[in-house]
């Protein structure tokens, strides 16, 4: 679908909190529509989604208003509900031309999407309701940091349930369509396990339980590492990622924590670097210890960004489009940390290095 939003739909304002336009239909977050001239204005007032394949063949839809007025020809909304019953708005997408939304798969993957905004929704409400009734600075902190520990712990259950759920489908025969939109949930399953396992992490090292280390006196850390770099390969294949390994020996660490930096650092890279230079991946063992670095090509990050890196969610507001929490940078800093390593940065117009080392012990 060429447009898509989230919209804050009341009795009097049609508010786009999210958009994502690919048509220059021009409506950016902040922007209004009338409401009267929309389709969610009768989404609220029914509570029913409303989705339609090629607005010209159907009967219901055909000689309304709103597709001539906007310009589309299929389209799909779905209310957005929270736990309490309360009605927030739409989710919704447009295209100028016809597509077949109308199935289950696409319904079905609306209203998972709805649920989660509205989920999110809840909780950053109750989040603000409980910050404002504390007394200190301290209190409120505390208070935030329980809550997303809590938060992410809940969270993997219903999503345990849908990759269960999508597994199954799999094993079901489906036609080449069906297999596509489930490769998409699935993709949006494990990138949502990835933020929880931020999220859990970050909370831990808040909450001063730091991480626990499962430290080997002799770990082999060679194929951890190269298992990072073959799954990143696979899945960014238009990439180059070189690697120079020199491991000679066991390394006194936790192999699982220090493959989770790497592709932290790698993960980056690709993000962020220049897309036609390769990553260079380097690991080294010598008589002063480890070090693991990985290098890419791209516009130098200025010492004032340097100085912010590896906070927690911080993030470049030029570089917005990569979705992420800001904690990944952060987790690596703490992982170096309790292996009583450090991690640091240098950058200039010939490459970004980042350098990780763990003193031998």
């Not at 060429?2 to 304002?13: C, K, L």
């Not at 055909?62 to 708005?89: C, E, K, N, W």
């Not at 990072?228 to 238009?238: G, H, I, T």
Request: hydrophobic share 45%; charged share 20%; proline share 4%.
């Amino acid at each position: 679908m060429g447009f898509a939003a989230v919209a804050r739909v009341t009795e009097d304002r049609w508010v786009a909190c999210a958009v994502r336009d690919n048509i220059s239909f021009g409506l950016q977050p902040g922007g209004e529509l009338k409401v009267e001239t929309t389709i969610c204005d009768e989404i609220r007032a029914s509570g029913h989604g409303v989705v339609i394949d090629h607005v010209a063949e159907d009967p219901a839809f055909r000689d309304h208003r709103t597709p001539a007025m906007y310009g589309f020809q299929s389209y799909i909304s779905i209310p957005i509900v929270l736990a309490d019953g309360t009605f927030f708005g739409t989710l919704c997408a447009i295209d100028p031309h016809p597509a077949k939304v109308n199935t289950s798969e696409v319904v079905n993957m609306f209203k998972l999407f709805a649920s989660l905004i509205a989920f999110h929704l809840q909780a950053q409400e109750r989040g603000a309701t409980s910050e404002a009734a504390l007394l200190s600075h301290r209190q409120t902190d505390e208070l935030r940091e329980q809550f997303i520990a809590v938060l992410a712990h809940d969270l993997r259950n219903p999503l345990a349930s849908i990759d269960a759920g999508m597994r199954l489908l799999l094993k079901e025969p489906l036609n080449e369509k069906s297999m596509t939109y489930v490769g998409l949930l699935q993709n949006s399953v494990k990138r949502m396990a990835t933020l929880i396992d931020d999220v859990m992490d970050f909370a831990r090292v808040r909450l001063g339980g730091g991480f626990k280390l499962k430290r080997s006196a002799e770990a082999q850390l060679l194929p951890a590492l190269e298992q990072v770099v073959n799954e990143l390969r696979a899945a960014w294949p238009d990439r180059v990622i070189q690697t120079d390994f020199a491991i000679n020996r066991g390394i006194n660490c936790d192999s699982a924590r220090i493959a989770q930096l790497l592709s932290n650092l790698v993960g980056n890279a690709l993000k962020h670097g220049d897309g036609n230079s390769p990553i260079t991946v380097s690991a080294v063992t010598d008589s002063e210890g480890f070090e693991l670095s990985v290098a890419n090509g791209g516009a130098p990050i200025s010492p004032a960004v340097i100085e912010k890196l590896f906070q927690p969610f911080f993030r470049v507001a030029h570089q917005s489009s990569y979705e992420g929490l800001g904690l990944g940078l952060y987790i690596a800093t703490e992982i170096a940390r309790a292996h009583g390593g450090t991690l640091e940065v240098t950058s200039s117009a010939a490459e970004t290095r980042f350098t990780f080392r763990i003193p031998r012990c």
